[in-house]
C-alpha cells in the first residue's frame, strides 16, 4: 500500500542518506573503488531478490545510485522502507 | 586515444545489439529476471576489473543499460571496443 507524504516523512527520518527524488527513495553513496562498490551490490542483490523487492539503480566506477518505488502501488510502500533499513545496516559496514 | 567518429562506426558494424548514444557506446539488454541480470553483472563485473575498464550501468529488474566511454581520453577507445566485444561473447549466451 502507498505510503502517503505524511508518512515518507517519517520513514524518512529513520533513513540516514535517504532523500525523496522524483517520488521515490533516493540514495547515493560512494565507495573505495568498484570492487568494493560492486561487493555491496553482490550483497544487495541477494537481499532483493529474498525480498522479490528490486530497486533501480545505476554504478559508475565506486558510486552506486538507489532509486525505489513499488510499481505494484505506483508509489512507495512499506516494502521500499523495509528494503532500504535493511540495506543502510549493509551500507554501515562501508560508509 | 580517442576514436574518430569513422572509426566509431566501423567498431559498431562489429559490435551487434550496440549503437552510439550522446557520444558512448550504448546496449539496452533484457534479461529473464533479476538473478539472470545480476549473474551477467557479475561476470562483466569482474572482466571490467581485469581490463581496468568499468562501465556506467543501470540495472532495473531485468534490464541492464550500459554506456561505454574512456574519461582519459573524453570519447570513445579501443579498451570501449574491445570491453564491448568481450561483453558480447559473454551476452551472446544469454540473448
Known amino acids: 500500500m502507498k505510503l502517503d507524504a ?8 529513520k533513513l540516514p542518506g535517504w532523500v525523496l527524488l522524483n ?9 573505495k573503488d568498484f570492487a568494493e562498490a560492486f561487493s ?3 550483497q544487495a542483490a541477494i537481499i532483493s531478490e529474498r525480498r522479490n523487492h528490486h530497486p ?5 566506477y565506486n558510486q552506486v545510485i538507489i532509486d525505489l ?7 512507495i510502500s512499506k ?3 523495509a528494503w532500504a533499513e535493511e540495506i543502510n545496516k549493509v551500507l554501515s559496514k562501508y560508509v
Chains 1, 2 share one sequence.
Open 56 to 60: 533501480e539503480w545505476l554504478n559508475i
Open 40 to 42: 555491496f551490490m553482490a
Open 69 to 75: 518505488t513499488s510499481h505494484d502501488c505506483k508509489g
Open 6 to 13: 505524511e508518512e515518507i516523512q517519517s520513514a524518512l527520518k
Open 23 to 31: 517520488d521515490k527513495l533516493h540514495r547515493e553513496v560512494k565507495f
Open 79 to 81: 516494502r521500499d522502507v
